[in-house]
């Protein structure tokens, strides 16, 4: 059985940090491309960050550049979302997923933690 955990949101204060984490089990992990996305209320899920199965290849929403950082580790099967300088329009649940490369949508979703920024 597949799961991806996530764990690390909260409460933070505009310009703080946060680092996320999803931690995966029941897949070969290095086969996929893990993203994080998120969804404020009332609004579509959208992706925030991708990072290829080696690590080698990231990519980034533009609202995210210069302030967000993925990264993963293959051997605890686990990736990471360092967030620095946060808004409060970054308020949100943040979730994780796993996709293969020859698929155009994700195959596996974490249930989600909740990132909130005050102001």
């Known amino acids: 059985q597949v799961q991806l955990v996530e764990s690390g949101g909260g409460l933070v204060q505009a310009g703080g940090s946060l680092r996320l984490s999803c931690a995966a089990s029941?897949?070969?992990?290095?086969?996929?491309?893990m993203g994080w996305f998120r969804q404020a209320p009332g609004k579509e899920r959208t992706l925030v960050a991708q990072?290829?199965?080696?690590?080698?290849?990231?990519d980034y929403a533009d609202s995210v550049k210069g302030r967000f950082t993925i990264s993963r580790d293959n051997v605890l099967k686990r990736v990471y979302l360092q967030m620095s300088s946060l808004k409060p329009e970054d308020t949100a649940v943040f979730y994780c997923?796993?996709?293969?490369?020859?698929?155009?949508?994700?195959?596996?979703w974490g249930q989600g933690t909740q990132v909130t920024v005050s102001s």
């Open positions: 990072i290829s199965e080696s690590g080698s290849k990231t």
């Open positions: 997923a796993a996709q293969l490369a020859t698929r155009a949508v994700a195959d596996y």
């Open positions: 029941g897949l070969t992990f290095s086969r996929y491309v």
